[in-house]
């Protein structure tokens, strides 16, 4: 009588295309019980809703002052551009390439360059880039047509934000009665979300710790029982 030898062990890609593929019991008729990670995961998806709601309501209410910050930083690129170039505009560019601009003066400050010191590289970088910054400066203070148009574009990525919220409150919120369209909503939201941040650079702090969350949440529908319950409740529906 031979001994069995040691059962092979299962990598961890058999046991994640176990999880991805489970394989459905028979349905006896009994009331399909929601799976605590179905909790979870609707938790989850509606504190990223709430997250992303708050961020797109605050950056709503603070567009103004958004607007002004701009202005702001606007002012201060056209006196720097004074302070090195005497002017902005295209006049600079003639400038720049006859001559590098001096740094304003500190009071009490000596320089006393060393014999045979050269600029460095980054400091040549430097200048350049605000050359070029410079170049397309063409008035002193930001219009008030750039003002509204920056406006503008505060509040539609605002809204898109407010909505990726109230989507994820909503898919979260109907997780918890097997809702096949919650699924599908909650995914929608979540790329909306990631291409904001990926192509747009629309993202903070928090924006992706809402994300993260939501990602997350939407794998305890697919994975594990969450995904084994709303298999059992796409298949019970199919039957009836």
């Given at each position: ?46 504190l990223s809703g ?87 400066l063409t008035s ?11 406006r503008t574009q ?87």
């Amino acid at each position: 009588m031979t001994t069995p030898g040691p059962r092979p062990r299962r990598s961890w890609l058999s046991n994640f295309s176990a999880a991805m593929a489970p394989v459905l019991p028979e349905d006896d008729g009994s009331p399909i019980v929601r799976p605590r990670s179905v909790l979870v995961a609707m938790v989850l998806t509606m504190l990223s809703g709430l997250v992303f709601l708050f961020v797109g309501l605050v950056s709503v209410a603070s567009a103004g002052s958004q607007v002004d910050q701009l202005r702001t930083a606007y002012a201060d690129v056209v006196q720097q551009c004074q302070n090195s170039y005497g002017t902005y505009g295209s006049a600079v560019s003639s400038i720049a390439a006859t001559e590098q601009p001096t740094p304003t003066p500190t009071p009490g400050a000596v320089a006393t360059p060393s014999p045979g010191a050269t600029a460095t590289p980054s400091a040549t970088a430097s200048l350049t880039g605000l050359a070029s910054t410079c170049v397309q400066l063409t008035s002193p203070n930001i219009t008030d047509a750039q003002a509204g148009s920056y406006r503008t574009q505060i509040s539609v990525l605002s809204a898109i934000i407010a909505v990726i919220g109230i989507a994820a409150l909503v898919g979260g919120w109907f997780l918890r009665g097997g809702a096949k369209w919650s699924r599908r909503l909650l995914i929608a939201a979540a790329v909306v979300s990631m291409l904001l941040a990926l192509l747009l650079q629309v993202s903070t702090t928090l924006t992706l710790l809402a994300t993260f969350l939501l990602v997350v949440g939407i794998l305890l529908t697919f994975v594990g029982k969450g995904g084994m319950y709303f298999l059992r409740l796409a298949a019970r529906r199919a039957r009836h």
